[in-house]
């Protein structure tokens, strides 16, 4: 492995796939998630809980659904996705917008009730009264936020099966870290390992940071 | 007297029972009418109806002469302001809890700066603005809580007992200081509460709910001295105010 260029480069796709999944997935989590805590609709609970047991969904059975879809002989199969960068985007936001969602919905149930009425009551439309649950919310929805880029930036099972491990192509940081083990390489493996947890540290710590300021 | 608010042959459900019934009230431009009753009598229901917070069953609500349902939810709700038994108070500054009303309605920023300090400053908590609502006393929140309704400057102001939670003291310096504000602004205001003494220090008019319905409606004198059934009478009789009624 030329370690500088080549590590580099995983890198910037590993940062580059987590950040695109993690904001896809709060497009995705955050309205649907106040619907689900906010709305009345048949079905509702039932949601409820396929977004809940959604939060616990093995990496690997997503990569196998995804990479079926995707496979040339599948349904998704024109598309011709699997193998690249875009399938490992997918397999991820299915594995963290449930997270996003159920965490978004629980914040958001959480707040007192009354809350939505008080701010009807000052003449709040639907959108302004969602905003400022939103913001007072926002300690445990950053907290969603970092539990989605959590579960993305670790995620290696669904990597693998959809992405290929291809060099310079769809190889993350963390299938790189399975390939050097392979082979033997562990102090490569140990070396990629500190790099990605500094990276998930660093982001989590802005993260972190950012939430506390606000609840000062 | 001109009614800013009429209601008539109204029918609030709630789970599928009747929890308020009314068949004509009005409500007086520029003055306190104060809902009295006991607890679960229909009081709150009739605010939150007035807030358009619950949908009536059955019934017409006229708003300055024109039927309520005519304007949409967010467009009429513009025009009232709510304050509830619990301050409620947005998790940022005292500034800001009292200006987000006036953003929700886009009032331009350097009205916001000059309505904000001036009703803080009208309900006694002008040195609290640059703090966190969470570092508020019980009193100072519910200020603040008035604060923020009164500056919108709303033609109908709600008050779902407000004071119900304040101790003696607090409550009646939050009252010394509401009753002139309202007198001073002519705030058309229903004002809920099961504390007679309350009603009748800060209302021209009290109507009594009980069990769902309205018993009798008039200035707190004459309902004192001429209650219009026994149910009234005895409630009354268990509750004697002492305070000074609005003149």
Known sequence: MVFDAEVFQITVLSLQISALATGLSLFIGLPLGTLLALGKFPGRSFLLSMVNTGMGLPPVVVGLFVAMMLWRSGPLGDLKLIYTPTAIIIAQVIISFPVVTGLTAAALQALDPRLRLQLYGLGASLVQMIWMLWKEARLPLLAALMAGFGSVISEVGASMMVGGNIRYQTRVLTTAIVLETGKGNFDIAIALGILLLTITFLINWALTWIQQRSAR | ?247
Request: overall charge neutral; proline content about 6%.
């Open chain 2, 1 to 247: 007297m001109k009614a800013l608010v009429e209601i008539h042959d109204l029918l609030v459900l709630r789970g599928n029972h009747p929890a308020l019934q009314l068949k004509h009230l009005e409500i007086p431009e520029g003055e306190v009418l104060a809902v009295v009753g006991p607890n679960g009598a229909g009081k709150s229901t009739l605010l939150l109806t007035l807030a358009r917070l619950l949908k009536p069953k059955q019934g017409e609500i006229l708003f300055d002469g024109q039927p309520a349902s005519t304007e949409s939810d967010t467009t009429y709700r513009r025009r009232i302001a709510l304050v509830m038994q619990d301050p409620l108070l947005f998790d940022t500054t005292v500034f800001e809890n009292v200006a987000a009303g006036l953003k929700f309605r886009s009032v331009p920023r350097e009205k916001v700066k000059y309505k904000v300090p001036l009703w803080l400053e009208r309900l006694g908590v002008g040195h609290l603005s640059k703090r966190r609502a969470g570092h508020l006393s019980g009193g100072e929140a519910q200020r603040v809580s008035l604060a923020r309704a009164l500056a919108l400057e709303p033609e109908l102001l709600l008050l779902d007992e407000p004071f119900s939670a304040l101790d003696p003291p607090t409550r009646a310096g939050i009252l010394d200081d509401l009753g002139p504000l309202l007198i001073k602004t002519s705030t058309t205001t229903v004002f809920v509460t099961h504390d007679l003494q309350e009603a009748a220090q800060l209302s021209g008019h009290m109507a009594i709910i009980i069990g769902n319905r309205l018993r009798q409606v008039g200035n707190p004198d004459d309902v004192f001295k001429f209650p219009a059934d026994e149910e009234v009478a005895q409630f009354l009789n268990h509750r004697t105010p002492t305070g000074n009624r609005r003149k």
